[in-house]
């Protein structure tokens, strides 16, 4: 089966309800009151010609996933690594629509090209107060992406998922925040690292979908913020 079957019949299961991948402390319940709704996408494709580094047969080396570094002057989550998204606007009739909106402000990709799987059931992101619907797609007609402006993003970037999953990549991330520890999965791919939210959405699919390896969790990245 291929990448892009194997994320549609994930994505069929989670919308039926037959398996929910994801942490429970992201579900909705954990958002206090005044929440608001954003949308991230969740891209992959066969973004270019460049192979993934790492030489594991851990999934096809050209396919990969859209992700973005945010600008480090930002006032929400600086300097880290994201999927493209945002807010939901009044402009937008959906969250397909903010996330491919999104994606297109922050990348400069096509949104005609993206051809959508599916909108997850959102998850909690209690320390900004958003509510966060992940939207898959899969990259049928790619198009050129950069940074569309510096003042809200670092770089963009496609990252091989066989270099996401091999387990020389993988790391478990602490950050200790108001006397509370927190984890998250991690990565170290590209010369930065993808913790949190980003983080546990790739960790959870790629569980789901059966196509990640065993790693070291005794393995700590610590974040000082």
Same mark, same amino acid.
């Given at each position: ?22 942490d ?9 009151e ?38 480090a ?7 880290? +690594?994201?999927?493209p /998204? &945002? ?7 959906? #969250? %397909?629509d903010?996330? @491919? ?17 599916g ?37 963009v970037?496609r ?14 991330? +602490?950050l200790?925040? /108001? &006397? ?6 991690g990565? #170290? %791919?590209?010369d930065? @690292? ?32």
């Amino acid at each position: 089966m291929s990448a892009r079957s194997d994320l549609r019949d994930l994505v069929s299961r989670i919308l039926s309800g037959d398996v929910d991948p994801f942490d429970r402390r992201w579900h909705p319940a954990t958002l206090p009151e005044g929440y608001r709704q954003a949308a991230v996408l969740v891209l992959f494709g066969i973004l270019d010609h460049v192979p993934a580094v790492s030489r594991r047969p851990l999934a096809p080396a050209d396919l990969d996933v859209l992700l973005l570094e945010r600008a480090a002057n930002l006032g929400s989550h600086p300097g880290q +690594v994201a999927f493209p /998204g &945002g807010s939901k606007d009044p402009e937008d009739a959906t #969250l %397909v629509d903010c996330a @491919l909106r999104e994606a297109r402000e922050e990348t400069g990709l096509d949104p005609e090209g993206v051809e959508v799987l599916g909108e997850l059931p959102p998850l909690g992101m209690a320390v900004s107060r958003f509510l966060v619907s992940p939207v898959v797609g899969w990259w049928a007609s790619p198009s050129p992406v950069d940074v569309v402006d510096y003042g809200e993003s670092a770089q963009v970037f496609r990252t091989p998922v066989r270099d996401l999953l091999d387990p020389d990549n993988r790391v478990t991330v +602490v950050l200790h925040r /108001g &006397g509370a520890r927190f984890a998250s999965p991690g990565f #170290l %791919v590209n010369d930065v @690292l993808v913790w949190g939210f980003t983080a546990m959405v790739l960790d959870s699919l790629f569980n789901a979908l059966g196509w990640a390896v065993p790693w070291d969790k005794a393995r700590e990245h610590r974040l000082d913020m």
